[in-house]
């Protein structure tokens, strides 16, 4: 993670009132979804690279996504919503974090509030807010507190008082949250158990600061939300760690990382490619052979477009094993989706690495000149990998089928 410099001067942003929006497409299918996911994502490649060395926040981007209906691609059948299959999901990322991964990861933590609402709302909860997301509505989130988790959980409690809860507290981090109709905050409960409140945007007492600094990953707009002395309904009230006991929480979440980092690691591949062949077009005649000719360059963008394409199979496998867990919920089978993403979140996380670093190593001096903005790819890779860190996939995996230890359901994999 990036440091929030406390030092610097930052633009204070704070929605005053709730966003304007029409009413969003409904999808249908999973096809749908792809297609609509390919169709903006070729709109949204044309201006990543401004965007990312400008760090033009994608509110347009974000309105024609949402609108389009792929916030709402998992929302259940019996709710009105398409309800696609995760290995959808993760294609769906995949496609829009190859244009830019910072738009993906904006509707992160979005696709992990669908699925928490729809386990652990009640029947009004989830009548209300996934009919909103239905509608257009998005969720940004604000999770992580000042200076970590402590020992016994949030630092954040979230209380009962005056016929609803009341919430204060300070939180880093907050993809999404700039751009959110409603918030999502994780604190406590009286018993010490995760707890989720949602505040909708404008609502008093919370402040939204664009502070978020990164080489990478730089329009997420992943900043600083104040909650003062905030209150809120029953309604906006979830006991979210049902959702990780007894469902696949874990496994939705990074399944979406999963996909950023797939999407990351086409788009550095294809980079590369594209770059050999313009330089070698636009190259006159000369005694030193064109890149395109270079067996070794052939044989390095073998070996990477092979390792991509072998982690995106284990990426469609792990959104599988999610859609077999949820058609048999058990603790084995919570355990064999963790296992499958963490498997396949490890093999995206060093492809997209590696092609980010491969790029310039293979096509050349000329490619690092700041006008091709090419190095985006590698600082997007290197700042997105470690928002869900790789160096617990191979032990959780590891120890699960020598030791037949399941990951733990709350923790990382």
Request: aromatic share 8%.
């Amino acid at each position: 993670m990036t440091a929030h410099a406390s030092d610097i001067a930052f633009e204070e942003t704070a929605r005053v009132t709730p966003r304007v929006y029409s009413p969003a497409h409904i999808l249908k299918s999973d096809d749908e979804a792809l297609r609509t996911a390919q169709s903006l994502a070729e709109r949204f490649a044309l201006d990543a690279a401004r965007r990312d060395s400008e760090r033009i926040l994608p509110f347009a981007e974000l309105d024609a996504c949402s609108g389009a209906g792929l916030w709402a691609m998992t929302v259940p059948r019996e709710y009105g919503g398409a309800q696609v299959s995760y290995a959808t999901v993760a294609r769906v990322f995949a496609i829009l974090a190859e244009a830019d991964p910072s738009i993906a990861q904006i509707q992160q933590n979005h696709n992990s509030a669908v699925f928490w609402i729809w386990k652990t709302g009640n029947a009004q909860q989830r009548s209300f807010f996934l009919g909103e997301i239905l509608g257009g509505a998005r969720f940004g989130n604000a999770n992580v507190d000042v200076g970590g988790r402590l020992p016994s959980g949030s630092a954040m409690t979230i209380t009962p008082e005056r016929g609803g809860f009341r919430l204060s507290g300070t939180k880093l981090y907050s993809t999404g949250a700039l751009f959110a109709d409603y918030v999502s905050t994780i604190g406590q409960d009286q018993e010490g158990r995760r707890t989720v409140a949602v505040v909708p945007a404008g609502h008093p007492g919370m402040k939204i600061i664009d502070d978020w600094q990164s080489f990478g990953q730089k329009t997420t707009a992943s900043g600083t939300v104040i909650f003062e002395d905030v209150w809120v309904p029953p309604l906006n009230v979830l006991p979210i760690h049902q959702s990780y006991t007894l469902w696949p929480q874990n496994a939705v979440t990074q399944i979406s990382h999963v996909g950023i980092d797939a999407g990351i690691a086409r788009a550095a591949i294809d980079a590369t490619i594209a770059f050999i062949r313009e330089r070698d077009a636009a190259s006159s005649p000369s005694a030193i052979p064109p890149l395109g000719a270079d067996p070794y360059v052939i044989h390095e963008l073998g070996e990477l477009t092979t390792r991509l394409h072998a982690a995106e199979a284990m990426m469609d496998r792990a959104g599988r094993e999610i859609d077999r867990c949820l058609a048999d919920t058990g603790p084995n089978s919570i355990a064999a989706a963790s296992i499958a993403v963490a498997q396949a979140k490890a093999l995206t996380t060093e492809i997209a690495i590696e092609a980010g670093s491969k790029l310039f190593e293979l096509a050349g001096t000329r490619s690092t000149h700041p006008s091709f903005n090419l190095d985006r790819h590698w600082r997007n890779a290197r700042v997105h990998t470690v928002h869900d860190p790789v160096r617990w996939k191979y032990a959780a995996v590891g120890n699960f089928y020598l030791n037949g230890v399941r990951p733990s359901p709350t923790g990382q994999t």
